[in-house]
């Protein structure tokens, strides 16, 4: 079955030190990968997407993240956290065999910057 | 533009009632998809449409649930009777189809407690 991971419920980091929120997937083929954030009652809003090409993608708000083949991650980072980045995080995986259609997210990480 | 817009933001009912949600997606856009999100199972797809075409509706839960897209401006999302492992935040989103960047644009959803 296809599906995503983010292992961590949550992740807690100071403000002004890196981030990293983890995303590990299986799905067959060549997926989209994608991030989104979701504030407190707020819809999910896109951060960041992998089509092809570099498998480090710039994003929104000075987001980063690093696509790896091998491993099926694609790993949220940050150099510097922020308080405001306080929020959800969803990793999510579109597979060709939906026609890159049908977005399969993970549970989400809720990470936490603190000052 | 406005951005996807959801009603109502906030709905209680009773068990037994009929739940009526709607959604405007983003002009232009060809593709609108209903997901639920609750804590237990996190984001699902119910179904998702193609200028106004229904695709896929896999992903809805039993007969209780119908949607439809009269146009292309307007789809609602319909419970009835509804009970109460129902309540859950409704999202809407949509996305053009060319240039397909994969990115969905969400609503701010419709928040639905069933008693």
């Known amino acids: 079955a296809q599906s995503v991971a983010q292992p961590e419920d949550q992740v807690n980091v100071a403000e002004g030190n890196p981030l990293t929120v983890k995303c590990t997937y299986s799905v067959s083929g060549n997926p989209y990968l994608f991030w989104y954030v979701q504030y407190p009652n707020r819809g999910l809003q896109f951060l960041l997407k992998y089509i092809t090409g570099d498998n480090l993608v710039k994003g929104s708000y000075g987001f980063e993240a690093e696509f790896n083949k091998s491993q099926t991650s694609f790993h949220l980072k940050k150099p510097s956290a922020l308080v405001s980045d306080s929020a959800l995080y969803f990793c999510?995986?579109?597979?060709?065999?939906?026609?890159?259609?049908?977005?399969?997210f993970g549970a989400g990480t809720r990470l936490a910057v603190h000052p | 533009d406005a951005g996807v817009i959801q009603s109502p933001r906030h709905e209680v009912t009773e068990m037994g009632q009929e739940v009526t949600l709607r959604c405007k997606p983003i002009?232009?856009?060809?593709?609108l998809f209903w997901y639920r999100q609750t804590m237990m199972r996190g984001l699902e797809l119910l179904i998702y449409f193609n200028n106004n075409v229904p695709i896929d509706d896999s992903g809805m839960p039993e007969d209780r649930f119908s949607a439809k897209m009269p146009n292309a401006s307007f789809s609602t999302l319909k419970i009835q009777p509804s009970e109460p492992r129902d309540s859950a935040v409704y999202f809407c989103a949509s996305r053009r189809d060319r240039p397909n960047t994969g990115e969905l644009f969400f609503g701010e959803g419709s928040r639905l407690t069933v008693l």
């Open positions: 002009s232009g856009h060809d593709y």
């Open positions: 999510a995986v579109s597979p060709i065999s939906g026609g890159y259609n049908k977005l399969i």
